[in-house]
Protein backbone atom coordinates (compact mmCIF):
# COMPACT_ATOMS: atom_id res chain seq x y z
CA UNK A 1 0.00 0.00 0.00
CA UNK A 2 2.62 2.53 1.07
CA UNK A 3 0.48 5.66 1.09
CA UNK A 4 -1.77 5.54 3.96
CA UNK A 5 -4.01 2.82 5.93
CA UNK A 6 -7.56 2.82 4.80
CA UNK A 7 -10.77 2.19 6.14
CA UNK A 8 -12.82 -0.13 4.12
CA UNK A 9 -16.65 0.74 4.47
CA UNK A 10 -18.10 -0.78 7.36
CA UNK A 11 -19.78 -3.98 5.97
CA UNK A 12 -23.64 -4.16 6.61
CA UNK A 13 -26.46 -6.91 5.82
CA UNK A 14 -28.14 -6.61 2.62
CA UNK A 15 -31.97 -5.98 3.43
CA UNK A 16 -33.70 -9.18 1.90
CA UNK A 17 -36.44 -7.43 0.24
CA UNK A 18 -40.14 -8.39 0.19
CA UNK A 19 -41.15 -9.13 -3.44
CA UNK A 20 -44.96 -8.83 -2.35
CA UNK A 21 -47.13 -8.42 -5.32
CA UNK A 22 -47.11 -4.92 -7.16
CA UNK A 23 -43.86 -4.13 -5.45
CA UNK A 24 -40.99 -3.17 -8.01
CA UNK A 25 -38.63 -5.92 -7.27
CA UNK A 26 -41.04 -8.12 -8.11
CA UNK A 27 -41.90 -7.05 -11.41
CA UNK A 28 -38.32 -6.67 -12.15
CA UNK A 29 -37.53 -10.22 -11.33
CA UNK A 30 -40.90 -11.44 -13.56
CA UNK A 31 -39.22 -9.44 -16.31
CA UNK A 32 -35.53 -10.60 -15.82
CA UNK A 33 -37.30 -14.69 -15.91
CA UNK A 34 -39.33 -14.48 -18.92
CA UNK A 35 -36.23 -12.56 -20.73
CA UNK A 36 -34.02 -15.55 -19.21
CA UNK A 37 -36.04 -18.12 -19.48
CA UNK A 38 -36.83 -17.48 -23.50
CA UNK A 39 -33.40 -16.47 -24.52
CA UNK A 40 -30.77 -19.45 -26.17
CA UNK A 41 -27.61 -18.70 -23.19
CA UNK A 42 -24.65 -20.23 -24.52
CA UNK A 43 -22.18 -20.48 -21.82
CA UNK A 44 -18.27 -20.30 -22.96
CA UNK A 45 -15.82 -21.45 -20.52
CA UNK A 46 -13.73 -18.77 -19.44
CA UNK A 47 -9.85 -18.51 -19.76
CA UNK A 48 -7.37 -15.73 -19.78
CA UNK A 49 -9.80 -13.35 -20.82
CA UNK A 50 -11.13 -14.99 -23.33
CA UNK A 51 -14.55 -16.88 -23.81
CA UNK A 52 -13.40 -20.58 -24.71
CA UNK A 53 -15.56 -22.55 -26.88
CA UNK A 54 -15.15 -25.72 -27.68
CA UNK A 55 -18.64 -27.23 -29.89
CA UNK A 56 -19.04 -30.16 -27.59
CA UNK A 57 -21.79 -28.47 -25.57
CA UNK A 58 -24.58 -30.08 -23.35
CA UNK A 59 -28.24 -28.27 -22.94
CA UNK A 60 -29.33 -26.32 -19.95
CA UNK A 61 -32.88 -26.60 -18.43
CA UNK A 62 -35.21 -25.52 -15.89
CA UNK A 63 -35.82 -28.41 -13.39
CA UNK A 64 -38.95 -27.79 -13.28
CA UNK A 65 -39.68 -27.73 -16.75
CA UNK A 66 -36.76 -30.06 -17.96
CA UNK A 67 -38.21 -30.12 -22.15
CA UNK A 68 -37.56 -26.70 -22.33
CA UNK A 69 -33.73 -25.67 -23.34
CA UNK A 70 -32.18 -22.40 -21.80
CA UNK A 71 -29.12 -22.89 -23.46
CA UNK A 72 -26.17 -24.94 -23.47
CA UNK A 73 -22.32 -24.72 -22.35
CA UNK A 74 -18.90 -26.06 -23.69
CA UNK A 75 -17.32 -28.45 -22.61
CA UNK A 76 -13.65 -28.54 -21.47
CA UNK A 77 -11.09 -30.49 -23.46
CA UNK A 78 -7.74 -31.69 -21.30
CA UNK A 79 -5.21 -29.35 -23.30
CA UNK A 80 -8.16 -26.28 -22.05
CA UNK A 81 -7.51 -27.02 -18.09
CA UNK A 82 -3.80 -26.75 -18.66
CA UNK A 83 -4.02 -23.60 -20.72
CA UNK A 84 -6.10 -22.61 -17.65
CA UNK A 85 -3.66 -23.43 -15.13
CA UNK A 86 -0.70 -21.84 -17.06
CA UNK A 87 -2.77 -18.67 -17.24
CA UNK A 88 -3.58 -18.55 -13.70
CA UNK A 89 -0.03 -18.59 -12.72
CA UNK A 90 1.21 -16.23 -15.25
CA UNK A 91 -1.61 -13.68 -13.76
CA UNK A 92 -0.53 -14.30 -10.39
CA UNK A 93 2.25 -12.20 -9.89
CA UNK A 94 0.70 -8.69 -10.75
CA UNK A 95 -2.34 -9.92 -9.06
CA UNK A 96 -0.25 -10.99 -5.92
CA UNK A 97 1.57 -7.64 -5.99
CA UNK A 98 -1.29 -5.54 -6.26
CA UNK A 99 -1.93 -3.51 -3.20
CA UNK A 100 -5.10 -4.84 -1.27
CA UNK A 101 -7.05 -2.19 -1.29
CA UNK A 102 -7.12 -2.23 -5.11
CA UNK A 103 -8.50 -5.80 -4.66
CA UNK A 104 -11.22 -5.10 -2.36
CA UNK A 105 -12.44 -2.48 -4.55
CA UNK A 106 -13.31 -5.06 -7.11
CA UNK A 107 -15.09 -7.16 -4.92
CA UNK A 108 -16.86 -3.91 -2.88
CA UNK A 109 -17.78 -2.85 -6.72
CA UNK A 110 -19.32 -6.70 -7.50
CA UNK A 111 -21.46 -6.53 -4.07
CA UNK A 112 -22.83 -3.12 -5.82
CA UNK A 113 -23.27 -4.54 -9.04
CA UNK A 114 -25.58 -7.53 -7.79
CA UNK A 115 -27.39 -5.20 -4.84
CA UNK A 116 -28.48 -2.51 -8.08
CA UNK A 117 -27.90 -3.46 -12.29
CA UNK A 118 -27.70 -7.20 -11.69
CA UNK A 119 -30.20 -8.11 -8.58
CA UNK A 120 -33.14 -8.95 -10.93
CA UNK A 121 -31.05 -10.97 -13.10
CA UNK A 122 -28.88 -13.37 -10.43
CA UNK A 123 -32.25 -13.92 -8.70
CA UNK A 124 -34.34 -15.28 -12.14
CA UNK A 125 -31.24 -17.00 -13.48
CA UNK A 126 -31.22 -18.86 -9.85
CA UNK A 127 -34.86 -19.71 -10.01
CA UNK A 128 -34.71 -20.64 -13.41
CA UNK A 129 -31.19 -23.16 -13.21
CA UNK A 130 -32.05 -24.51 -9.59
CA UNK A 131 -35.68 -23.80 -9.46
CA UNK A 132 -35.73 -21.60 -6.45
CA UNK A 133 -38.91 -19.41 -5.55
CA UNK A 134 -38.08 -16.09 -4.96
CA UNK A 135 -37.70 -15.87 -1.56
CA UNK A 136 -35.40 -18.43 -1.59
CA UNK A 137 -33.55 -17.04 -4.62
CA UNK A 138 -33.17 -13.44 -3.18
CA UNK A 139 -31.84 -14.46 0.36
CA UNK A 140 -29.14 -16.83 -1.57
CA UNK A 141 -27.99 -15.09 -5.31
CA UNK A 142 -28.27 -11.32 -4.18
CA UNK A 143 -28.18 -11.01 -0.17
CA UNK A 144 -26.12 -13.74 0.99
CA UNK A 145 -23.57 -13.47 -2.21
CA UNK A 146 -23.73 -9.51 -1.23
CA UNK A 147 -22.43 -10.14 2.30
CA UNK A 148 -20.29 -12.16 1.26
CA UNK A 149 -18.43 -9.98 -0.55
CA UNK A 150 -18.62 -6.82 1.66
CA UNK A 151 -18.25 -9.15 4.75
CA UNK A 152 -14.64 -10.56 3.15
CA UNK A 153 -13.52 -7.53 2.26
CA UNK A 154 -13.40 -6.33 6.13
CA UNK A 155 -12.58 -9.54 7.29
CA UNK A 156 -9.40 -9.13 4.90
CA UNK A 157 -8.43 -5.79 6.37
CA UNK A 158 -9.24 -7.09 10.36
CA UNK A 159 -6.35 -9.94 9.03
CA UNK A 160 -4.01 -7.69 7.73
CA UNK A 161 -4.18 -5.43 10.67
CA UNK A 162 -3.52 -8.56 13.08
CA UNK A 163 0.04 -8.02 13.62
CA UNK A 164 2.71 -9.02 16.42
CA UNK A 165 4.75 -7.06 19.18
CA UNK A 166 7.20 -4.88 18.58
CA UNK A 167 10.11 -3.04 20.67
CA UNK A 168 12.67 -0.44 20.37
CA UNK A 169 14.98 -2.54 19.41
CA UNK A 170 12.77 -4.30 16.61
CA UNK A 171 10.04 -3.93 14.83
CA UNK A 172 8.08 -7.40 13.80
CA UNK A 173 5.49 -7.56 10.81
CA UNK A 174 3.17 -9.97 9.47
CA UNK A 175 2.87 -9.87 5.73
CA UNK A 176 -0.21 -12.38 4.50
CA UNK A 177 0.91 -13.97 1.53
CA UNK A 178 -1.20 -15.48 -1.11
CA UNK A 179 -1.03 -19.22 -1.37
CA UNK A 180 2.19 -20.15 -3.76
CA UNK A 181 0.24 -21.44 -7.11
CA UNK A 182 -2.82 -21.74 -7.88
CA UNK A 183 -6.41 -23.11 -5.94
CA UNK A 184 -8.82 -24.98 -7.16
CA UNK A 185 -12.33 -24.17 -6.47
CA UNK A 186 -15.58 -27.12 -6.36
CA UNK A 187 -18.70 -25.57 -6.42
CA UNK A 188 -22.36 -26.75 -5.41
CA UNK A 189 -25.39 -26.31 -7.56
CA UNK A 190 -27.61 -24.93 -4.58
CA UNK A 191 -26.29 -22.46 -3.74
CA UNK A 192 -25.48 -19.28 -5.93
CA UNK A 193 -23.52 -17.06 -3.02
CA UNK A 194 -21.41 -20.72 -2.53
CA UNK A 195 -20.53 -20.65 -6.09
CA UNK A 196 -19.27 -17.21 -6.19
CA UNK A 197 -17.83 -16.78 -2.70
CA UNK A 198 -15.78 -20.03 -3.14
CA UNK A 199 -13.52 -18.52 -5.95
CA UNK A 200 -13.82 -15.29 -5.00
CA UNK A 201 -12.71 -15.75 -1.08
CA UNK A 202 -9.34 -16.80 -2.74
CA UNK A 203 -8.43 -14.48 -5.29
CA UNK A 204 -9.85 -11.43 -2.54
CA UNK A 205 -6.21 -12.37 -0.20
CA UNK A 206 -4.04 -12.62 -3.53
CA UNK A 207 -4.57 -15.91 -4.55
CA UNK A 208 -5.72 -17.18 -8.37
CA UNK A 209 -7.96 -19.50 -8.85
CA UNK A 210 -9.51 -22.49 -11.20
CA UNK A 211 -13.15 -22.71 -11.16
CA UNK A 212 -15.32 -25.51 -11.66
CA UNK A 213 -18.73 -24.75 -11.08
CA UNK A 214 -21.63 -27.68 -10.95
CA UNK A 215 -23.35 -28.50 -14.26
CA UNK A 216 -26.48 -28.14 -12.76
CA UNK A 217 -25.77 -24.07 -12.03
CA UNK A 218 -24.37 -23.05 -15.36
CA UNK A 219 -27.14 -20.23 -15.99
CA UNK A 220 -26.41 -18.58 -12.64
CA UNK A 221 -22.80 -19.43 -12.72
CA UNK A 222 -22.81 -17.37 -15.83
CA UNK A 223 -24.14 -14.07 -14.56
CA UNK A 224 -21.95 -14.38 -11.62
CA UNK A 225 -18.82 -14.27 -13.94
CA UNK A 226 -20.31 -11.57 -16.03
CA UNK A 227 -20.35 -10.11 -12.80
CA UNK A 228 -16.35 -10.41 -11.99
CA UNK A 229 -15.92 -8.95 -15.23
CA UNK A 230 -17.49 -6.20 -14.83
CA UNK A 231 -16.43 -5.51 -11.63
CA UNK A 232 -12.90 -5.37 -12.65
CA UNK A 233 -11.55 -8.95 -11.84
CA UNK A 234 -7.95 -9.35 -13.97
CA UNK A 235 -8.04 -11.94 -16.78
CA UNK A 236 -6.41 -15.47 -15.79
CA UNK A 237 -7.45 -14.44 -12.00
CA UNK A 238 -9.97 -16.66 -12.05
CA UNK A 239 -9.99 -18.94 -14.71
CA UNK A 240 -13.35 -21.37 -15.32
CA UNK A 241 -13.42 -24.82 -16.95
CA UNK A 242 -16.59 -27.06 -17.51
CA UNK A 243 -17.18 -31.08 -17.94
CA UNK A 244 -15.88 -33.88 -16.77
CA UNK A 245 -15.15 -33.26 -13.11
CA UNK A 246 -12.82 -36.76 -13.33
CA UNK A 247 -10.47 -35.18 -16.28
CA UNK A 248 -10.58 -31.80 -14.72
CA UNK A 249 -9.83 -32.75 -11.10
CA UNK A 250 -6.98 -35.38 -12.21
CA UNK A 251 -5.19 -32.39 -14.70
CA UNK A 252 -5.38 -29.88 -11.80
CA UNK A 253 -3.90 -32.57 -8.89
CA UNK A 254 -1.11 -33.67 -11.45
CA UNK A 255 0.35 -29.99 -11.55
CA UNK A 256 2.83 -29.08 -9.14
CA UNK A 257 1.90 -25.96 -8.62
CA UNK A 258 -1.54 -27.14 -6.99
CA UNK A 259 -1.73 -25.75 -3.35
CA UNK A 260 -5.86 -25.07 -2.17
CA UNK A 261 -9.03 -26.90 -2.46
CA UNK A 262 -12.40 -24.77 -1.93
CA UNK A 263 -14.64 -27.28 -1.74
CA UNK A 264 -18.56 -27.65 -1.12
CA UNK A 265 -20.21 -30.80 -2.46
CA UNK A 266 -20.92 -34.20 -0.85
CA UNK A 267 -18.91 -36.17 1.24
CA UNK A 268 -17.92 -38.73 -0.66
CA UNK A 269 -16.23 -36.59 -3.58
CA UNK A 270 -14.37 -34.71 -1.01
CA UNK A 271 -12.54 -38.16 0.53
CA UNK A 272 -11.82 -38.81 -2.87
CA UNK A 273 -10.30 -35.51 -3.42
CA UNK A 274 -8.30 -35.78 -0.61
CA UNK A 275 -7.17 -39.28 -0.89
CA UNK A 276 -5.89 -37.96 -4.75
CA UNK A 277 -4.33 -35.10 -3.54
CA UNK A 278 -2.79 -37.41 -0.50
CA UNK A 279 -1.28 -39.89 -3.23
CA UNK A 280 0.20 -36.70 -4.86
CA UNK A 281 1.25 -34.75 -2.47
CA UNK A 282 5.30 -35.69 -2.96
CA UNK A 283 5.35 -34.16 -6.43
CA UNK A 284 3.52 -30.45 -5.02
CA UNK A 285 5.68 -27.43 -4.61
CA UNK A 286 3.85 -26.92 -1.05
CA UNK A 287 1.48 -28.62 1.41
CA UNK A 288 -2.01 -27.79 -0.18
CA UNK A 289 -4.76 -26.41 2.02
CA UNK A 290 -8.18 -28.60 2.52
CA UNK A 291 -11.45 -26.56 3.08
CA UNK A 292 -14.63 -28.37 2.71
CA UNK A 293 -17.89 -28.66 3.57
CA UNK A 294 -19.77 -31.22 2.59
CA UNK A 295 -22.68 -33.35 3.80
CA UNK A 296 -25.13 -33.22 6.28
CA UNK A 297 -27.96 -35.08 8.28
CA UNK A 298 -29.30 -32.14 10.53
CA UNK A 299 -31.22 -32.64 13.71
CA UNK A 300 -34.01 -30.73 15.15
CA UNK A 301 -34.80 -31.93 18.85
CA UNK A 302 -37.64 -30.76 21.04
CA UNK A 303 -37.69 -31.08 24.71
CA UNK A 304 -41.15 -32.00 26.18
CA UNK A 305 -41.13 -27.78 27.55
CA UNK A 306 -41.18 -26.85 23.96
CA UNK A 307 -43.94 -25.15 22.04
CA UNK A 308 -45.95 -27.21 19.94
CA UNK A 309 -46.30 -24.78 17.19
CA UNK A 310 -42.73 -23.12 17.36
CA UNK A 311 -41.49 -26.80 16.82
CA UNK A 312 -43.94 -27.36 14.06
CA UNK A 313 -42.74 -24.39 12.05
CA UNK A 314 -39.12 -25.12 12.29
CA UNK A 315 -40.07 -28.64 11.19
CA UNK A 316 -42.14 -27.25 8.34
CA UNK A 317 -39.57 -24.26 7.42
CA UNK A 318 -36.42 -26.28 8.04
CA UNK A 319 -36.87 -29.10 6.22
CA UNK A 320 -38.97 -28.08 2.70
CA UNK A 321 -37.99 -24.63 2.06
CA UNK A 322 -36.02 -24.69 -1.38
CA UNK A 323 -37.18 -28.41 -1.32
CA UNK A 324 -34.47 -29.59 1.51
CA UNK A 325 -31.64 -28.98 -0.57
CA UNK A 326 -29.76 -26.94 1.58
CA UNK A 327 -26.73 -28.73 3.26
CA UNK A 328 -28.21 -27.32 6.71
CA UNK A 329 -31.84 -28.70 5.93
CA UNK A 330 -33.61 -30.23 8.28
CA UNK A 331 -34.11 -34.12 7.83
CA UNK A 332 -34.45 -35.89 10.94
CA UNK A 333 -36.54 -34.65 14.23
CA UNK A 334 -36.94 -35.75 17.40
CA UNK A 335 -40.21 -35.32 19.06
CA UNK A 336 -41.60 -35.90 23.01
CA UNK A 337 -44.93 -38.28 22.75
CA UNK A 338 -46.28 -35.36 24.99
CA UNK A 339 -46.14 -32.90 22.02
CA UNK A 340 -46.71 -34.91 19.10
CA UNK A 341 -50.21 -34.83 18.71
CA UNK A 342 -50.38 -31.46 18.46
CA UNK A 343 -47.21 -31.22 16.24
CA UNK A 344 -48.07 -33.76 13.92
CA UNK A 345 -51.66 -31.94 13.49
CA UNK A 346 -49.78 -28.55 12.29
CA UNK A 347 -47.34 -30.16 10.61
CA UNK A 348 -49.99 -32.19 8.35
CA UNK A 349 -51.74 -29.13 8.12
CA UNK A 350 -49.03 -26.68 7.05
CA UNK A 351 -47.44 -29.38 4.07
CA UNK A 352 -51.19 -30.17 2.92
CA UNK A 353 -51.22 -25.77 2.30
CA UNK A 354 -48.00 -25.74 0.43
CA UNK A 355 -48.58 -24.78 -3.19
CA UNK A 356 -46.01 -26.24 -6.17
CA UNK A 357 -44.91 -26.07 -9.49
CA UNK A 358 -42.74 -23.31 -11.34
CA UNK A 359 -40.91 -20.49 -9.30
CA UNK A 360 -42.28 -18.36 -11.62
CA UNK A 361 -45.74 -18.34 -10.03
CA UNK A 362 -44.51 -16.74 -7.13
CA UNK A 363 -47.44 -18.18 -4.77
CA UNK A 364 -45.57 -21.75 -4.82
CA UNK A 365 -43.59 -22.77 -1.65
CA UNK A 366 -42.23 -25.88 -3.44
CA UNK A 367 -40.80 -26.59 -6.38
CA UNK A 368 -38.42 -29.66 -8.10
CA UNK A 369 -35.50 -30.72 -7.04
CA UNK A 370 -32.54 -30.53 -9.14
CA UNK A 371 -32.48 -33.22 -11.65
CA UNK A 372 -33.76 -36.50 -12.51
CA UNK A 373 -30.99 -38.45 -10.51
CA UNK A 374 -31.95 -36.39 -6.94
CA UNK A 375 -35.16 -37.65 -8.07
CA UNK A 376 -35.13 -40.82 -8.60
CA UNK A 377 -32.89 -41.15 -5.59
CA UNK A 378 -35.73 -39.72 -3.25
CA UNK A 379 -38.52 -41.31 -5.22
CA UNK A 380 -36.87 -44.82 -4.38
CA UNK A 381 -36.37 -44.36 -0.74
CA UNK A 382 -39.99 -42.79 -0.13
CA UNK A 383 -41.35 -46.06 -2.18
CA UNK A 384 -39.42 -48.05 0.43
CA UNK A 385 -41.26 -46.39 3.44
CA UNK A 386 -44.48 -46.85 2.22
CA UNK A 387 -43.26 -50.70 2.17
CA UNK A 388 -41.63 -50.70 5.39
CA UNK A 389 -43.98 -51.93 8.52
CA UNK A 390 -41.69 -49.55 10.92
CA UNK A 391 -42.09 -46.33 8.93
CA UNK A 392 -45.21 -44.28 8.16
CA UNK A 393 -45.51 -41.26 5.83
CA UNK A 394 -48.18 -39.20 7.27
CA UNK A 395 -48.04 -36.71 5.06
CA UNK A 396 -46.63 -36.40 1.49
CA UNK A 397 -45.56 -39.41 -0.52
CA UNK A 398 -46.42 -38.27 -4.37
CA UNK A 399 -43.84 -37.35 -7.23
CA UNK A 400 -43.89 -36.41 -10.91
CA UNK A 401 -41.59 -36.19 -13.32
CA UNK A 402 -43.56 -35.87 -16.22
CA UNK A 403 -42.45 -32.53 -16.77
CA UNK A 404 -40.33 -31.51 -14.20
CA UNK A 405 -38.45 -33.13 -11.31
CA UNK A 406 -41.48 -32.81 -8.71
CA UNK A 407 -41.39 -34.87 -5.45
CA UNK A 408 -44.08 -33.89 -2.63
CA UNK A 409 -42.86 -32.97 0.55
CA UNK A 410 -43.01 -35.89 2.61
CA UNK A 411 -42.97 -36.74 6.59
CA UNK A 412 -42.26 -39.95 7.76
CA UNK A 413 -42.45 -40.73 11.20
CA UNK A 414 -40.22 -44.29 12.22
CA UNK A 415 -40.70 -46.57 14.83
CA UNK A 416 -36.92 -47.50 14.60
CA UNK A 417 -34.47 -43.96 15.87
CA UNK A 418 -31.88 -46.05 13.43
CA UNK A 419 -34.46 -46.36 10.32
CA UNK A 420 -32.64 -45.62 6.80
CA UNK A 421 -33.67 -42.25 6.33
CA UNK A 422 -33.28 -41.10 9.89
CA UNK A 423 -29.57 -42.21 9.01
CA UNK A 424 -28.79 -41.12 5.48
CA UNK A 425 -28.47 -37.85 4.12
CA UNK A 426 -31.04 -37.86 0.89
CA UNK A 427 -30.63 -34.09 -0.03
CA UNK A 428 -34.58 -33.33 -0.88
CA UNK A 429 -37.59 -32.59 0.65
CA UNK A 430 -38.20 -35.47 2.98
CA UNK A 431 -38.39 -35.55 6.96
CA UNK A 432 -37.85 -38.66 8.93
CA UNK A 433 -39.85 -37.84 12.76
CA UNK A 434 -38.95 -40.39 15.20
CA UNK A 435 -41.86 -40.36 18.88
CA UNK A 436 -39.44 -40.64 21.73
CA UNK A 437 -41.07 -41.39 25.39
CA UNK A 438 -40.72 -37.91 27.39
CA UNK A 439 -38.50 -39.91 29.98
CA UNK A 440 -35.84 -40.43 28.09
CA UNK A 441 -35.26 -36.81 26.82
CA UNK A 442 -30.95 -36.74 28.15
CA UNK A 443 -30.91 -41.28 26.10
CA UNK A 444 -32.27 -39.09 23.39
CA UNK A 445 -29.77 -36.52 23.15
CA UNK A 446 -27.04 -39.40 22.88
CA UNK A 447 -28.94 -40.78 20.51
CA UNK A 448 -28.76 -37.56 18.07
CA UNK A 449 -25.01 -37.22 18.41
CA UNK A 450 -24.34 -41.24 17.57
CA UNK A 451 -26.92 -41.99 14.56
CA UNK A 452 -25.38 -39.91 12.13
CA UNK A 453 -22.12 -39.47 10.76
CA UNK A 454 -22.32 -35.84 9.80
CA UNK A 455 -22.51 -32.61 11.94
CA UNK A 456 -23.08 -30.21 10.45
CA UNK A 457 -26.51 -28.22 11.51
CA UNK A 458 -28.77 -28.89 14.52
CA UNK A 459 -31.51 -27.46 16.71
CA UNK A 460 -32.64 -27.53 19.92
CA UNK A 461 -36.42 -26.33 21.05
CA UNK A 462 -37.47 -25.87 25.02
CA UNK A 463 -38.27 -23.13 26.98
CA UNK A 464 -36.69 -25.23 30.22
CA UNK A 465 -32.96 -23.32 30.25
CA UNK A 466 -31.64 -26.34 31.98
CA UNK A 467 -32.69 -28.82 29.36
CA UNK A 468 -31.07 -25.90 26.78
CA UNK A 469 -27.60 -26.37 28.57
CA UNK A 470 -27.97 -30.16 28.59
CA UNK A 471 -28.29 -30.34 25.12
CA UNK A 472 -25.76 -27.61 24.17
CA UNK A 473 -23.27 -29.35 26.08
CA UNK A 474 -24.31 -33.05 24.54
CA UNK A 475 -24.55 -32.42 21.47
CA UNK A 476 -21.34 -29.63 21.33
CA UNK A 477 -20.05 -32.21 18.82
CA UNK A 478 -22.56 -32.81 16.54
CA UNK A 479 -23.13 -29.49 15.11
CA UNK A 480 -20.97 -26.72 14.24
CA UNK A 481 -24.45 -24.08 13.72
CA UNK A 482 -26.44 -25.29 16.68
CA UNK A 483 -29.57 -23.59 17.12
CA UNK A 484 -31.42 -22.42 19.99
CA UNK A 485 -35.17 -22.06 19.74
CA UNK A 486 -35.16 -22.28 16.04
CA UNK A 487 -34.87 -23.81 12.17
CA UNK A 488 -31.03 -25.19 12.39
CA UNK A 489 -31.28 -23.03 8.02
CA UNK A 490 -30.27 -19.45 7.37
CA UNK A 491 -26.90 -18.66 8.69
CA UNK A 492 -26.17 -15.13 8.00
CA UNK A 493 -22.87 -13.71 6.83
CA UNK A 494 -21.27 -12.18 9.33
CA UNK A 495 -23.60 -13.52 12.32
CA UNK A 496 -23.24 -16.65 11.93
CA UNK A 497 -19.99 -18.36 10.22
CA UNK A 498 -20.95 -21.14 8.27
CA UNK A 499 -19.67 -25.08 8.46
CA UNK A 500 -19.37 -28.16 10.28
CA UNK A 501 -16.63 -30.80 11.17
CA UNK A 502 -17.06 -35.17 11.46
CA UNK A 503 -18.13 -36.12 7.72
CA UNK A 504 -19.61 -32.15 6.79
CA UNK A 505 -16.27 -30.96 6.48
CA UNK A 506 -13.30 -28.97 7.65
CA UNK A 507 -15.60 -26.44 9.42
CA UNK A 508 -13.56 -23.64 7.95
CA UNK A 509 -16.50 -21.37 8.46
CA UNK A 510 -17.29 -19.46 5.60
CA UNK A 511 -18.15 -16.32 6.26
CA UNK A 512 -15.51 -15.56 8.64
CA UNK A 513 -11.92 -14.14 8.60
CA UNK A 514 -11.40 -18.17 9.44
CA UNK A 515 -11.67 -19.08 6.26
CA UNK A 516 -9.64 -16.31 4.51
CA UNK A 517 -6.98 -17.25 6.72
CA UNK A 518 -6.40 -21.03 4.84
CA UNK A 519 -5.64 -18.58 1.51
CA UNK A 520 -2.70 -16.78 3.24
CA UNK A 521 0.56 -17.81 4.34
CA UNK A 522 1.62 -15.51 6.72
CA UNK A 523 6.14 -14.40 6.56
CA UNK A 524 7.19 -13.02 9.58
CA UNK A 525 9.82 -10.10 8.90
CA UNK A 526 11.73 -8.98 11.95
CA UNK A 527 13.55 -5.31 11.21
CA UNK A 528 16.71 -4.97 13.72
CA UNK A 529 17.67 -1.31 14.09
CA UNK A 530 21.09 -1.46 15.37
CA UNK A 531 22.78 -4.81 14.83
CA UNK A 532 25.23 -6.32 17.13
CA UNK A 533 29.11 -6.30 16.35
CA UNK A 534 30.46 -8.76 18.31
CA UNK A 535 29.56 -12.69 18.81
CA UNK A 536 30.66 -12.16 22.60
CA UNK A 537 27.55 -12.01 25.37
CA UNK A 538 27.86 -10.73 28.73
CA UNK A 539 27.89 -14.29 30.40
CA UNK A 540 31.18 -14.94 28.37
CA UNK A 541 32.83 -12.27 29.93
CA UNK A 542 35.44 -12.88 33.06
Known amino acids: MGKGFFQVPIAVNEPVKGYAPGS ?54 KSHVETAIAGALEARTAWAELPWEQRAGIFLKAAELIAGPYRARINAATMIAQSKTVQQAEIDAACELIDFLRFNVQFMTDIYNEQPESTSDAWNRLEYRPL ?142 FQGQKCSAASRAYIPESLWPAVKEQVIKDVSSFKMGSPEDMSNFITAVIHEGSFDKLASYIDQAKADADAEIIVGGGYDKSKGYFIEPTVIVAKDPKYKTMCTE ?74 GARASGTNDKAGSALNLLRWVSPRMIKETFVTPVDYRYPYLGE
Not at 456 to 485: C, H, M, P, V, W
Request: aromatic letters at 10%; charged letters at 15%; a negative charge.
Open 426 to 499: LFGPVMTIYVYEDADWSATLKLVDETSEYALTGAILSTDRYAIQEATKALQNAAGNFYINDKPTGAVVGQQPFG
Open 180 to 321: EGFIYAITPFNFTAIAANLPASCAMMGNVVVWKPSDSQMLSAKIILDIFREAGVPDGVIQVVHGDPVMITDTILASPDFSGLHFTGSTHVFKDLWAKIGSNIHNYKTYPRIVGETGGKDFIVAHPSAKADQVATAIVRGAFE
Open 24 to 77: PEREAVAAAYTTLLNTHTEVPMYINGQEVRTGNTRTMSPPHDHKHIVGEYHLAE
